[in-house]
């Protein structure tokens, strides 16, 4: 047989599936001494080792399958799968809000290239339509494709064309604002978004998914529904990030962009409100409220739009030992601003006394934030903290650490004045800090204990 019908197998791996006569994307009955498989075949990644063979079987998983184990093989059929979904155009009903879609890449926006067994920005925002044909009852949509990265590459350059696109949908009479994103730093760009687009008069959803649509536990089509309802349905007009909330499929949260962050690797309950409570939760056809202060839709279209940034604010997460030397490279590298991320209250150790007081010397602005992420800096506890403020560096009250570096850099974008930037970074823009924590701000149970097993069995993960 021709060797495209072996894509990307190799070696003894590729000698077997040509033994038995049976192809990539050939459906197959394998038996092996671990029982016997029936599914499709598929590409190998070109990376991979030559003694698997890769199948999908009927739950829509892949597995592969040791050629040490395999006894025989059959090919049953034969149909190469397409996986790349048709962009379809989005009916107009009238009655629904217009929502506008831009696209960024992510999970939420990708599909699996065989070829390197890796997830790929793939999907554009027109084929998340095909895929997800009940938007069609949520919205009147239109879609634009701004970017198409993961999110790992999205950065300021990204930040600022997003808000300014923002701003000019806004002015055009859009009623809602998705914004489909890796989850990775899915929490960087909210809280940039939230400094950049204040004012707003209509919600504002980021959406992720943590598993890619192909997967059958893709969280993806209900990420997407739930983020649609909340943008064109929701009286809270804020920047938010929309994700599950338990790990089953009931509902998703509604968390104020500055104060959410990822929480787990591959949950698809992944990302949570820290230091307070979500905004509120949806489902596909409604939005409850969880707070009660909250900025509300308008029928208005005016919106302020601060698209600025600097790239020369760093952050520097202490560690025991930590040499000056770390300080030192990066105000000689420039930077101007310095985000420590500290110990305990928002300590570092003694030895970087010099090298901070070198660089409140050279003017550079230095913030305190913490490791334990829920809870507030406290530095006129201990001498420590009472002595890094007076070398110039000041606690950000409760900010999560890369709330911090976003909002300094966005302030440093635009005034290097001490004074203007203290005042700003001083100003609350929505919650990044608060006043108090609530008394269910933070909750982390342990498992094992007798009483949590008790309650976990009682509700949903």
């Not at 604002?177 to 707003?200: E, K, P």
């Not at 974008?413 to 930037?421: A, C, F, L, R, S």
Request: with cysteine; glycine share 10%.
């Amino acid at each position: 047989m021709a060797e495209d019908f072996f894509q990307g197998y190799k070696g003894e791996a590729l000698a077997l599936l040509k033994e038995y006569k049976v192809r990539v994307w050939g459906q197959a009955d394998v038996q092996t001494t671990r029982g016997d498989f029936v599914g499709t075949i598929l590409p190998r990644a070109v990376n991979d080792d030559d003694q698997h063979i890769v199948m999908k079987i009927p739950t829509g998983y892949n597995i592969g399958v040791n050629i040490k184990t395999i006894t025989g093989m059959v090919e049953t059929g034969y149909s190469k799968a397409n996986y790349k979904i048709p962009e379809q155009e989005f009916p107009f009903t009238p009655g629904l809000p217009k929502v506008k879609l831009f696209g960024t890449g992510g999970t939420i926006a990708s599909r699996l290239d065989y070829r390197t067994g890796a997830v790929i920005p793939a999907f554009s925002p027109g084929e998340l339509y095909g895929a997800v044909p009940e938007l069609a009852d949520i919205c009147n949509l239109e879609t634009e494709k701004v970017f198409a990265v993961f999110s790992e590459n999205m950065g300021p350059k990204q930040y600022i064309a997003l808000a300014k696109a923002i701003g000019k949908e806004i002015e055009k009479g859009t009623q809602g604002i998705v914004i489909g994103h890796g989850t990775d730093t899915l929490q960087h760009t909210a809280a940039a978004l939230t400094f950049m687009v204040q004012n707003s008069p209509i919600p504002i959803v980021l959406v992720g998914s943590q598993r890619s649509s192909d997967r059958p536990s893709s969280d993806a089509a209900l990420n997407l529904m739930h983020a649609m309802f909340a943008a064109g349905h929701s009286d809270i007009a804020e920047v938010m990030v929309c994700m599950f909330g338990p790990t089953s499929d009931e509902y998703g949260f509604l968390h104020r962009g500055p104060r959410v962050r990822k929480m787990h690797s591959s949950y698809r309950s992944t990302f949570r409100t820290v230091g307070d409570t979500p905004l509120a939760k949806v489902t596909r056809k409604e939005v409850t409220p969880i707070k009660k202060d909250y900025k509300h839709r308008r029928r208005d279209t005016k919106v302020d739009i601060y698209p600025y940034f600097s790239d020369k604010v760093t952050m520097i997460y202490y560690y025991p030992g930590m040499n000056p030397d770390v300080v030192d490279n990066a105000v000689n590298a420039g930077y101007e601003g310095i985000i420590f991320v500290g110990t305990g209250l928002g300590h570092v150790n003694r030895e970087l006394y010099p090298a901070i007081e070198r660089a409140q010397k050279k003017g550079v602005f230095m913030y305190m934030t913490l490791q334990t992420i829920w809870g507030y800096t406290h530095m006129f506890v201990y001498d420590t903290g009472r002595d890094l403020m007076a070398k110039g560096i000041v606690p950000a009250h409760n900010m999560l650490p890369e709330t911090a570096w976003i909002k300094l850099s966005w302030v440093l974008g635009q005034t290097k004045d001490p004074e203007k930037v203290r005042q700003m970074m001083e100003s609350n823009v929505n919650d990044e800090w608060t006043e108090r924590e609530p008394y269910n701000g933070y909750l982390i149970y342990q498992g094992g204990v007798p009483e949590v097993e008790e309650f976990i069995r009682k509700v949903h993960k």
